[in-house]
C-alpha cells in the first residue's frame, strides 16, 4: 500500500532559499507574427515546454473571461510570452499548442486547457498535468507550483498577488507582469526536467 507523503505547508516553504527565476534578458515578449516564427524555431530545438497561460481576471458572478490573453512557454533557458491580440500570432500559437510532437507540462492545466478550446479553436495536445504526476508519487493534494519548487529544490518559489491580479488584457504588459507570466512556466519547465531525472 502507498504511503502518503506530505506537502510542505506555507510556514515551512517561508524559510526556504529563493528560486532563481528568470530576469528580462532571458524573457522574451511576443506580440507580433515575425517574433512568433523566431520563438517557434527556438522552442522547436526542445522536445517538452513549460506552459502556463494568464487571463484578465473577472470579478463578477456571472462574467465569462475572454481570455487566455497571454499563453507562457519555457524551456529550462528561455521563456516567451505571447500576447495573443495579433490574429496571425495567435494562429501560431495555437499550432503550437496543437502539436502532439512536443510536451507542455505546467500545473492546474484544466482552465487554461478549455479557454484555449475556446478561444484558439484548438485542442492542446501532450500536455501534461504536473498535478497528476506529483499524486501518482503518493502525494495526497495538489501540489501546484510553490510546493513542487519546495519539494524538489528545497526552495521557495515567488508569486506575486499584485500581478496575479493584474489586467493581463493590457497591449503593454509590465515588467513585473513579464516576470510572473515567464517564471511561471519556467519553473514548471525545471519541475519537468527534475521529474524526468528523478
Known amino acids: 500500500m502507498q504511503t502518503t507523503r506530505p506537502t510542505p ?16 534578458d532571458r524573457i522574451t515578449l511576443v506580440d507580433n507574427v515575425v517574433q512568433a516564427r523566431e520563438a517557434a524555431a527556438a522552442l522547436y530545438d ?8 494568464e487571463s484578465k481576471p473577472t470579478f463578477f458572478k456571472d462574467q465569462v473571461s475572454d481570455g487566455p490573453h497571454i499563453v507562457q512557454l519555457a524551456t529550462l533557458q528561455h521563456a516567451w510570452v505571447f500576447q495573443l491580440h495579433d490574429p496571425a500570432c495567435r494562429e501560431l500559437v495555437a499550432g503550437l499548442l496543437a502539436d502532439a510532437a512536443f510536451t507542455k507540462a505546467g500545473f492546474g492545466l484544466g482552465d487554461d486547457t ?3 478550446v475556446s478561444k484558439l479553436l484548438v485542442e492542446p495536445a501532450g ?8 499524486r501518482q508519487q503518493g502525494y495526497r493534494k ?4 510553490k510546493g513542487a519548487v519546495a519539494v524538489l529544490f528545497n526552495q521557495r518559489f515567488i508569486k506575486s498577488k499584485k500581478a496575479a491580479t493584474s489586467n493581463w488584457a493590457n497591449p503593454r504588459l509590465s515588467e513585473a507582469q513579464l516576470v510572473y ?5 519556467y519553473a514548471a519547465a525545471r519541475v519537468h526536467a527534475a521529474l524526468r531525472l528523478s
Open 114 to 116: 478549455k479557454r484555449i
Open 181 to 185: 507570466a515567464a517564471n511561471d512556466a
Open 9 to 24: 505547508d506555507k510556514e515551512a516553504i517561508a524559510l526556504l532559499p529563493e528560486f532563481d527565476r528568470l530576469g528580462l
Open 46 to 53: 526542445q522536445v517538452a515546454w513549460g506552459f502556463d497561460t
Open 127 to 134: 500536455v501534461l498535468e504536473l498535478n497528476h504526476v506529483f
Open 142 to 145: 495538489d501540489m501546484g507550483v
